[in-house]
C-alpha cells in the first residue's frame, strides 16, 4: 500500500515513535555523510500494520532506518500537520500515507509530490485493483500521487458475550441472517435494548451513518458530497439523505452508546465493554484490537454488514518532493504496497489488501483472526473485495464530512431535532466547502 543502489552499512533498530506528529520533521533526516545510513520517515494515521515489514526492509538494507510517526493518530489529527507541512515545503516525512477522502484535495498540488510514473511504478498498475490504481491518477493520467495500500470492505463487529446476555444468537452465521436489512438491524438493536444489559447496542451513530452513506452511494450515484464534476451536493444526493434519515431512526430507537468515534470516551467504552455491535470495516478490526485489549480476545466476532456490502476507507503512500531521499523512499513505498507488503500488513492489523494477487493468495483467503474468535477474516473481507465499487470524493470531501458528522452528533446528543440537524448539515457543509 525496486530497485536502486543498496549500500552495505552497519545495521540499525527502527525507531518506534507513535507520538502525534507533534514536531516538525525534517523529511527523512539529515544525514550529512554520503557514505552513512540515512533515515526514512514515515507519516502514518490509525494502524497501517507496518512495524515487521519495517524490520524486514531494514534487514535487507542495512543502510536505511525508518522512522514512524503519528500511529494511532486519526485523520482529524495528521491531515491538518500535512497539509501544513506541504504548504510550507518542509516538515513532512519521506513516505505520507493520504486517506481516500482526502486524496482528491492533495492531487489538486500535483506539484507538492514525487511523480511516481517517472520512477518506474507504472510496470506495477496490475497489481492493484483497477479502481484503486486510478484514484492515485491526476485527473490528465500523467501523475501518479500514490500507491495504493488497502480498501475498506464492510462487516458488522460484535460482542458476542453480550448477545449471549440478551439472549441473541452469537454464532456469526446466524447473526448475519438476523438483519439482512439496516431496519432489521434497528429491530434487532431495540430486543437487544429491552433485554437491559448495561451496554449499547452500537458505539455511535456517526460511524453507522457512514456506513450506510458509502453502501447507499456504491449502489446507486457513485459518490456522496460531491458529483464526479466536484459539485457539492449533500442536499440534493438521495444517497445522502436516505443515510441520514436511517441514522435518526436508529437514534430515535435508543440504539446509540453515544460516544464520540475516536474520542477517550470511545477508547474506553471498548475497555469497558459498553456497546455490542460496530459498523467495521476490515481496518477496523486492528482498531478494535488495539482500544478493546486482550482481556476481550475471543469475546468479539465478525458478521455480515446489513444492506448490500460497502467500501469505507482504503489510503495511498505518497512521496513528497520535499523529501531528501526520494529515491530510497519510493523503493520503500514500493516494498510496502507489493502483494508481500499487503499481505503482511492484513495480518498484522487487518487492512485489507488493494492488490488482485494478495486478495487471490491463501494466506488472505484461509485466514483468521484469533482475537475476534477465529473469525475467517479472508473469507469475510476478500472474497467480495474485488466486486468492491468505489465511491468518488470530492476536494473538500474530509471537511465536509466533518460538518455533516457534527450534525448528526448534534441530533444523537439531543442537542438539535432532526429537521435542524439536517439543515445544519447542508448549511455548513457548503460553508465548509466554501473555504
Not at 500507491?147 to 460484535?158: E, R, S
Not at 455491535?277 to 481496518?283: E, G, L, Q, R, V
Request: hydrophobic residues 40%; contains cysteine.
Amino acid at each position: 500500500m525496486l530497485t536502486f543502489t543498496r549500500r552495505r552499512l552497519a545495521a540499525v533498530a527502527l525507531v518506534a515513535a507513535t507520538a502525534l506528529l507533534g514536531t516538525t520533521g525534517c523529511g527523512g533526516g539529515d544525514e550529512a555523510a554520503s557514505d552513512g545510513p540515512i533515515t526514512l520517515t514515515v507519516d502514518t494515521f490509525g494502524q497501517l500494520g507496518y512495524a515487521d515489514l519495517y524490520q524486514e526492509y531494514m534487514a535487507s538494507h542495512p543502510d536505511v532506518k525508518i522512522v514512524e510517526r503519528g500511529t494511532g493518530s486519526n485523520l482529524d489529527e495528521y491531515s491538518p500537520k500535512l497539509t501544513q507541512w506541504l504548504a510550507a515545503g518542509k516538515g513532512a516525512g519521506d513516505i505520507v500515507a493520504i486517506e481516500e477522502g482526502l486524496l482528491v484535495e492533495y492531487k489538486a498540488n500535483p506539484q507538492n509530490f514525487v511523480n511516481l510514473l517517472d520512477h518506474g511504478a507504472g510496470e506495477l498498475k496490475g497489481n492493484f485493483l483497477d479502481w484503486k490504481w486510478n484514484q492515485g491518477l491526476t485527473a490528465d493520467g500523467k501523475q501518479l500521487i500514490g500507491l495504493g495500500t488497502d480498501v475498506g470492505g464492510m462487516a458488522m463487529c460484535y460482542r458476542k458475550d453480550l448477545f449471549a446476555k440478551a439472549g441473541l444468537p452469537t454464532d456469526r452465521e446466524a447473526v448475519s441472517k438476523l438483519w439482512p436489512t439496516w431496519q432489521d438491524y434497528i429491530r434487532v438493536g431495540e430486543q437487544f435494548t429491552a433485554k437491559k444489559t448495561g451496554a449499547a447496542f452500537l458505539d455511535a451513530a456517526t460511524n453507522t451513518f457512514n456506513t450506510i452513506l458509502l453502501q447507499n452511494a456504491g449502489n446507486t450515484t457513485g459518490y456522496s458530497y460531491y458529483d464526479t464534476s466536484n459539485n457539492l451536493v449533500v442536499g440534493s444526493n438521495p444517497a445522502v439523505r436516505q443515510a441520514y434519515d436511517t441514522t435518526v431512526d436508529i437514534i430515535d430507537s435508543g440504539l446509540s452508546g453515544k460516544y464520540g468515534s475516536w474520542s477517550e470516551e470511545w477508547v474506553s467504552a471498548f475497555k469497558q465493554s459498553k456497546f455490542a455491535t460496530i459498523a467495521c470495516p476490515a481496518w477496523m478490526t486492528g482498531v478494535i484490537e488495539g482500544n478493546a485489549g486482550p482481556a476481550a480476545k475471543g469475546k468479539w466476532d465478525i458478521a455480515q454488514i446489513p444492506g448490500n456490502g460497502g467500501n469505507w476507507g482504503g489510503s495511498f503512500l505518497a512521496v513528497p518532493k520535499q523529501s531528501k531521499h526520494q529515491a530510497e523512499a519510493i523503493e520503500l513505498a514500493k516494498f510496502l504496497t507489493s502483494a508481500k507488503g499487503q499481505i503482511g500488513a492484513f495480518k498484522a492489523k487487518g487492512p485489507l489488501p488493494s492488490s488482485p494477487q494478495a486478495l487471490a493468495d491463501p494466506a488472505i483467503l484461509d485466514s483468521k483472526n484469533a482475537y475476534f474468535s477465529e473469525a475467517p477474516v479472508g473469507k469475510i473481507f476478500a472474497e467480495g473485495a474485488k466486486s468492491l465499487k468505489p465511491v468518488y470524493m470530492g476536494p473538500k470531501n474530509q471537511a465536509v464530512r466533518t460538518e455533516v458528522e457534527n450534525a448528526v452528533r448534534t441530533v444523537e446528543l439531543g442537542k438539535r431535532s432532526p429537521q435542524q440537524g439536517w439543515t445544519d448539515a447542508v448549511a455548513n457543509a457548503e460553508k465548509a466547502a466554501a473555504k
